[in-house]
């Protein structure tokens, strides 16, 4: 971990294919004090996790798709798969929006990082300010704030 990089990892386990997790650490980093200011921390992470549990596969189906996997050479995990893909297009489409409305006032950006079967959500200082915690209206996300 780089100095300017804060990182929260999962709190479940991965669907290995992918490495993507159905949820990430809500806790606060005290690193991030100087940048964001908890509320908005804990709204982001609330509907990332949210986003992620809506379109995550049931347990049923994922343990046909693993338990299945060698007699069917791995096309069990095509279902889940797709399941899969779309939490990540619309977790991608919430740390967009969060970084669009959020990066230049606060030099945060967030992002979704994924490798070797894992992943994490890592939060990025893009420049050496911190303290761009002002008095802001919090902007609409469809039915969330964000």
């Known amino acids: 971990m780089h100095q300017n990089q804060i990182i929260l990892p999962s709190t479940s386990f991965p669907f290995l294919p992918t490495g993507l997790s159905p949820s990430y650490s809500d806790k606060y980093p005290p690193s ?6 908890k509320p908005l921390f804990d709204e982001t992470i609330q509907i990332i ?25 791995g096309l069990s995990l095509i279902c889940p798969y ?3 893909k ?24 967030l992002n979704l990082k ?12 893009v420049n050496g300010r911190g303290g761009g915690k ?5 902007p609409m996300m469809g039915n969330h704030a964000l």
Request: glycine share 6%.
């Open 32 to 37: 991030l004090i100087p940048y964001i200011e």
């Open 49 to 73: 996790n949210a986003d992620l549990g809506a379109f995550w596969p049931c347990l049923p189906l994922r343990l046909f798709a693993y338990l299945c996997c060698p007699c069917t050479l």
């Open 82 to 84: 797709c399941c899969i």
């Open 86 to 109: 779309d939490a990540e297009i619309t977790v991608k489409r919430d740390i967009k929006r969060f970084n669009n409305l959020h990066e230049e006032r606060t030099g945060i950006r």
């Open 114 to 125: 994924k490798g070797c079967g894992k992943s994490w959500l890592e939060f990025e200082i």
């Open 134 to 138: 002002g008095e802001i209206e919090v």
